[in-house]
């Protein structure tokens, strides 16, 4: 047995402290980067990213992030053949795959794997655990099948993994097991790390071999989106804060003269039985299912995140995203207190 006794922080244990800044207004802030990867291809746009989850990585969603010049990661389960976008919207649509025969045999058919996706700048691998070999070796397949592409790979928590998956050939690692409002992987199985020390490590094992990280999991308000970024995330994935929105996945349920949208984790009972037909004898859900109130539209959604994270540049000074973790000074706060007074 091995005990870490460094304190490990989440976004709740900590908050931005203020600097004297030249910034006026919010609106001299820029929210767009320009990345340009290993292979030479570039991406630029604001780097906010819907999660590839069932009810939120929706051609919807992705067609008014994309206004938005924002990301969205398709779920994997999507029908790839149908999915229907103008080109600037697949140019900031993540095709997903799973480690599965499925997505073998799409992605390793160049007749298929062509005609669907030369328009994709983005492939987004995707397991729930990426801490395997066996992960690392698809990795590398596909970057030796797919040169040219854009490849987010993931999830890990950690320098060494972030580093692995780098050096196999993914361009960005998604980083958080067990942060997401519906994920119960901490509560099931005692595994993960809190997100905003994860953000901060991963990023810094990335940045020293060219590659980049994208925070997923754990943000529940602009603030937090913020925090993420501060912490050196290039990217952020939000699931919870895009869920119940119209462009999301899934009937209005109503319920007392109130309308709801399902959101659930994809470890849930509900997403196994929707793609698995159930849950496997071998294994427990890791996921929940709730009940969002139906949010209307998510552009009023997006105005506020991206209105949250202009604020907390110009509370620090940061022309731009990409200066934020040069800007940022974190200061511990006391949780206990907070929870008895009901402070934020």
Same mark, same amino acid.
């Given at each position: 047995? *091995?005990?870490?006794?460094?304190?490990?922080?989440?976004?709740?244990?900590?908050?931005?402290?203020?600097?004297?800044?030249?910034?006026? &207004?919010?609106?001299?802030?820029?929210?767009?980067?320009?990345?340009?990867?290993?292979?030479? %291809? $570039?991406? *630029?746009?604001?780097?906010?990213?819907?999660?590839?989850?069932?009810?939120?990585?929706?051609? /919807? %969603?992705?067609?008014?992030?994309? &206004?938005?010049?924002?990301?969205?990661?398709?779920?994997k389960h999507a029908d790839l053949l149908n999915i229907e976008a103008?080109?600037?919207? #697949?140019?900031?649509?993540?095709? &997903?795959?799973? %480690?599965?025969?499925?997505?073998?045999?799409?992605?390793?058919?160049?007749?298929?794997?062509?005609?669907?996706?030369?328009?994709?700048?983005?492939?987004?691998? +995707?397991?729930?655990?990426?801490?395997?070999?066996?992960?690392?070796?698809?990795?590398?397949?596909?970057?030796?099948k797919w040169p040219e592409k854009i490849i987010i790979a993931g999830? @890990?928590?950690?320098?060494?993994?972030? /580093?692995?998956?780098?050096?196999?050939?993914? +361009?960005?690692? *998604?980083?958080?097991?067990?942060? =997401?409002?519906?994920?119960?992987?901490?509560? %099931?199985?005692?595994?993960?790390?809190?997100?905003?020390?994860?953000?901060?490590?991963?990023?810094?094992?990335?940045?020293?071999?060219?590659?980049?990280?994208?925070?997923?999991? =754990?943000?529940?308000?602009?603030?937090?989106?913020? *925090?993420?970024?501060?912490?050196?995330?290039?990217?952020?994935?939000?699931?919870?804060?895009?869920?119940?929105?119209?462009?999301?996945? =899934?009937?209005?349920?109503?319920? +007392?003269?109130?309308?709801? #949208?399902?959101?659930?984790?994809?470890?849930? +009972?509900?997403?196994?039985? #929707?793609?698995?037909?159930? @849950?496997?004898?071998?294994?427990?859900?890791?996921?929940?299912?709730?009940?969002?109130?139906?949010?209307?539209?998510?552009?009023?959604?997006?105005?506020?995140?991206?209105?949250? $994270?202009?604020?907390?540049?110009t509370y620090v000074g940061a022309r731009r995203i990409k200066d934020?973790?040069?800007?940022?000074?974190?200061?511990?706060?006391?949780?206990?207190?907070?929870?008895?007074?009901?402070?934020?």
């Open positions: 047995m *091995k005990i870490e006794n460094e304190t490990k922080l989440d976004y709740s244990d900590v908050l931005i402290r203020p600097k004297r800044s030249e910034l006026v &207004s919010r609106k001299d802030v820029s929210l767009e980067r320009e990345f340009i990867f290993k292979n030479g %291809m $570039i991406w *630029k746009g604001v780097p906010v990213a819907a999660a590839n989850m069932d009810t939120i990585g929706t051609p /919807e %969603m992705a067609k008014v992030l994309s &206004s938005f010049d924002m990301l969205t990661c398709m779920c103008e080109p600037n919207e #697949k140019s900031n649509m993540a095709v &997903s795959f799973g %480690m599965n025969e499925h997505s073998r045999d799409i992605l390793f058919n160049p007749d298929v794997a062509k005609r669907l996706f030369s328009s994709h700048k983005f492939f987004c691998l +995707d397991v729930a655990n990426g801490y395997s070999q066996t992960f690392i070796d698809f990795v590398t397949e596909v970057r030796e999830n @890990v928590v950690t320098r060494e993994m972030t /580093e692995a998956l780098l050096l196999a050939g993914a +361009d960005i690692i *998604k980083v958080g097991i067990g942060p =997401g409002s519906v994920c119960t992987t901490r509560k %099931m199985a005692g595994v993960g790390y809190p997100q905003l020390s994860a953000v901060a490590e991963c990023a810094d094992a990335a940045h020293g071999l060219g590659g980049f990280i994208m925070a997923d999991g =754990g943000c529940t308000c602009p603030g937090d989106t913020a *925090k993420a970024f501060g912490a050196g995330a290039d990217f952020v994935m939000l699931g919870g804060m895009l869920s119940g929105h119209t462009e999301c996945a =899934g009937e209005l349920i109503e319920d +007392d003269g109130v309308a709801y #949208k399902r959101f659930y984790g994809m470890s849930s +009972d509900t997403a196994m039985n #929707k793609h698995n037909g159930g @849950v496997a004898d071998y294994r427990a859900s890791e996921g929940k299912t709730v009940m969002i109130p139906h949010r209307g539209p998510v552009a009023n959604t997006v105005r506020e995140i991206l209105g949250g $994270i202009r604020s907390a540049c934020l973790p040069k800007c940022t000074t974190f200061v511990k706060v006391n949780r206990q207190l907070n929870e008895v007074f009901g402070r934020s």
